[in-house]
């Protein structure tokens, strides 16, 4: 195995709040992840991708904490059956990459390349277009699970341990290591996407343009700035895009039509100051923002790594939330119960909560993952500065308006909520542990988040 | 474990009668803090009403500052009703007076006992258990009295000089393990212990101090005065000369 080091190291979500230390091992092979948790000790073991979880999804307080980032390999395409086999390890960087330039692209991406394929699974993400083709975990062929038992499993949506693959997905790494799986694949004919933006001037016109235009597009988002006062509150930019076919682009472009730019991303400062972001100069961010942006564009022809994930452009843009962190609440609430999400985006729209990435979508059909997030309903995810006073309570208000209007938080962004609120929001959880205590009876896989909300 | 807004889970308090002690602990349980321990000889017997009616669930548990072989148990009872510890606060103490103490050596040296080496067995049993869950938070109750010794207090304020000395190497010793040490200076806190001691100047309630700890857990500081103003105050009164240091009554 790779070398171990004696001292721990310390660990945090991509929000960097609430550090603990474990001890990291990097293992390069499944193999490798078998011994790890054969060797497991008492406080138990847990596996880590890119750390793009935003709370303590991927830390495990005085255990073994795999980095499964070495777990890579050659990415296997099968054309005939459209799907893609790629270990664990790989990020969405080097998949999509591996992908467009065959003429193939993801599933689902989430809104950074810098994920793993095993984190993806283990959060079943979703991407711009969960209206249309739900989260990742629908498009998972088969997975390689090293379960803490020493089996080594080959899950499938409809074989003999169909449960357990549910358990799988959005089941935050606890159900044992996923060191490999089989993806659908998207044909695409270029890495340009066909996106047309338009501005609206108050929340009830965002909410009414997403919910008429939503089926018309495969991918669909919105930002929205709460900080805008008065009827301007939710105002948005809001875009929907298809891929585009080469007669989309510019002559110029139609050469190379698969050529994927990711571009060198920009680094963010070491260090920044706290309160950097406030609601001063994320208010100014906003206007401008919104002001940059056309009243409305038709048919623009957008590079994918623009498109998908304009934050990559800057490297650790988490650290300008400076020292205390970020903290992102991120919940859908059903279609239907509109009211809740109004009066939790006025609630943080009320304390000036600096949020310069507020992103408003509309979800479809879940997985079925006994812990997956999404589900049909309208889901906010909002970045705010963990030091913020009375952060902390204005949240919890937040999680019983959620809890009475039958919504729900998103695991992989939370390191906040208590037990009894995530156990009400998650019903399938009794159903998980049976399947938990099965593959896991010692209790070897563990994590902080797990711990705090008594998952296991 | 703290979590992403800074508030804990559980705490265990050691000195379980302390009203320092237990003004923390209450301010911790308003913040969020659903599981406590009152640690002290004979148990705690009658928690404050106030950390239930908050909705903390409290255990009482049997803590002899006294005899350091059961301290490493009491730490391991502590484990053993509510899981990992997220802060243990470390408030046990005695005053006495100056006076008895020079008339009866055996008695201060009870009193330093307490003062000084229960918190090194204490202190160490704690942190090993937090170093081993790599996560917690110990804050140590010391004392403006153990920053510069004074001639009107020195068998309690040695005692606090010692315990401030070894919560800083403590906290050293535990850098980069995910669990730290927090140090607490209080002046002049009026409570039942010191009811018989003259007021000092820049006294702070057991409230504030609370307060005080409460915002050093959240920023990650080492080392909280309170009031803070007596930080300045003693970096002046540690250059004071000697022969007028030996005259001041207080």
Redesign the interface.
Known sequence: MASQPE??V?LT?W?R??????RVVRPRSAAQVARALAEAGP?GVLARGLGRS???AAQ????TVLDCTELTGPIRLDADRGEVTVPAGVSFERLIAHLLERGYFVPVTPGTRQVTVGGAIAADVHGKNHHADSSLGAHVRSLTLAAPTGETLTLTPDGGDAELFRATLGGMGLTGVVTEATLAVLPVETSYMRVDTDRTDSLDATLDLMSRTDADYRYTVCWVDLLAKGSAMGRGVLTRADHAGPRDLPPALRRDPLRHRAGSPLAAPPWAPPGLLNSWTVGAFNAVYRGAAPRRRRGEAQPIAGFFHPLDAVRGWNRLYG?H?L?QYQFVVPFGAEDTLVRIMEGLSRAGAPSFLTVLKRLGEGTGGHLSFPRPGWTLAVDLP??LPG??RM?RRFDELLLAADGRLYLAKD??A?AETVHAMYPDLPAWRKVRERVDPDGVLVS?LA??LRLL | ???????V?TVLLLGGRSEIGLAIVERLVR??A?EVVLAARGGVAEPPAALAALGAKVHSLEFDATAPDTHTATVDGAVALV??LDVVVDAFGVLGTQADYEADPAAAARAAAVNYTGHVSAGLAVAARLR????GALVVLSSVAGVRVRRFNFVYGSAKAGLDGFAQGLADSLH????RVLVVRPGYVPTRMSAHVDPAPFPATPAQVAEAVSAGL?S?ATTVWAPRVLAPVFAGMRLMPRPIWRRLGR
């Not at chain 2, 474990?1 to 508030?7: E, K």
């Not at chain 2, 980069?176 to 669990?179: I, K, R, Y």
Request: no cysteine; charged share 30%.
């Open positions: 001292r721990p310390l979500g929000g709040t609430a550090p603990t230390a474990a406080r935003y709370g303590d495990a307080a005085g255990g020292p962190g903290v963990a030091g952060l902390g949240l390191g906040r208590d902080d711990r705090r | 474990m703290r979590d992403s807004v800074g508030t889970r913040e969020g659903r899981g990992d081993e869950q790599g996560h980069g393990s995910g669990a959240r990650g």
